[in-house]
């Protein structure tokens, strides 16, 4: 877990740049407006229940270990991955383990966004009725309350990787289905919704 976005090259864009305009590289992020790694951001926001996302650029997921990236990913309590677009193999990882991808739709970006760090997030759409593909919408809150709306593309392809992400994943979807518990039982925040 301590290794999963700790790759030096990373660039976290919400960290304040050095003198020179440049991101510290590696797994750092900020919590409560302070530097800190990514790992001790997410067990703190696992100690409270908080869902975090990430927001990502182009081609999430390339170069990544497999199965092992998603499943980090899940293990840090991450729950949806937004980003430009995903290595195809890492999107269907990441529902796999229960992470819901989504696309950004046109010009929008984690540029675009401004975002710093001290904003609150919805996914509007996310429900019992959810769909390969669907439009869904991420709602914004600033820390000084202003408030926008961005469509995002849910990046679900297909009816099967629906019923994953409901049941939490692959492993929980063929121990549900070995058991005879009905599909999509899950106390994901997200689905709740």
């Not at 949806?80 to 383990?97: D, K, P, T």
């Not at 739709?105 to 019992?128: H, M, N, Q, Y």
């Given at each position: 877990?301590?290794?999963?976005?700790?790759?030096?090259?990373?660039?976290?864009?919400?960290?304040?740049?050095?003198?020179?305009?440049?991101?510290?590289?590696?797994?750092?992020?900020?919590?409560?407006?302070?530097?800190?790694?990514?790992?001790?951001?997410?067990?703190?926001?696992?100690?409270?229940?908080?869902?975090?996302?990430?927001?990502?650029?182009?081609?999430?997921?390339?170069?990544?270990?497999?199965?092992?990236?998603?499943?980090?990913t899940r293990l840090l309590g991450v729950r949806a991955v937004i980003a430009r677009s995903y290595e195809r193999i890492h999107r269907a990882n990441l529902v796999g383990m229960?992470?819901?991808?989504?696309?950004?739709?046109?010009?929008?970006?984690?540029?675009?966004?401004?975002?710093?760090?001290?904003?609150?997030?919805?996914?509007?759409?996310?429900?019992?009725?959810?769909?390969?593909?669907?439009?869904?919408?991420?709602?914004?809150?600033?820390?000084?309350?202003?408030?926008?709306?961005?469509?995002?593309?849910c990046r679900i392809d297909t009816a099967i990787e629906v019923s994953y992400y409901r049941s939490g994943g692959i492993l929980p979807y063929v121990l549900g289905e070995l058991?005879?518990?009905?599909?999509?039982?899950?106390?994901?925040?997200?689905?709740?919704?």
């Amino acid at each position: 877990m301590r290794g999963t976005f700790a790759n030096v090259r990373l660039r976290n864009l919400i960290l304040p740049a050095d003198a020179e305009g440049r991101q510290p590289q590696g797994g750092y992020t900020l919590l409560d407006g302070q530097q800190t790694t990514v790992f001790a951001a997410a067990m703190h926001h696992l100690e409270r229940g908080t869902p975090t996302l990430i927001f990502a650029g182009e081609e999430y997921g390339t170069g990544s270990s497999r199965d092992w990236a998603a499943k980090g990913t899940r293990l840090l309590g991450v729950r949806a991955v937004i980003a430009r677009s995903y290595e195809r193999i890492h999107r269907a990882n990441l529902v796999g383990m229960g992470v819901l991808p989504l696309q950004f739709v046109a010009d929008d970006s984690v540029t675009s966004l401004g975002l710093r760090g001290d904003e609150t997030f919805d996914i509007l759409g996310i429900g019992p009725s959810l769909l390969p593909m669907q439009a869904l919408t991420l709602v914004i809150e600033r820390a000084n309350g202003e408030r926008s709306e961005h469509p995002l593309l849910c990046r679900i392809d297909t009816a099967i990787e629906v019923s994953y992400y409901r049941s939490g994943g692959i492993l929980p979807y063929v121990l549900g289905e070995l058991l005879g518990a009905p599909a999509g039982n899950t106390t994901d925040p997200l689905l709740q919704a």
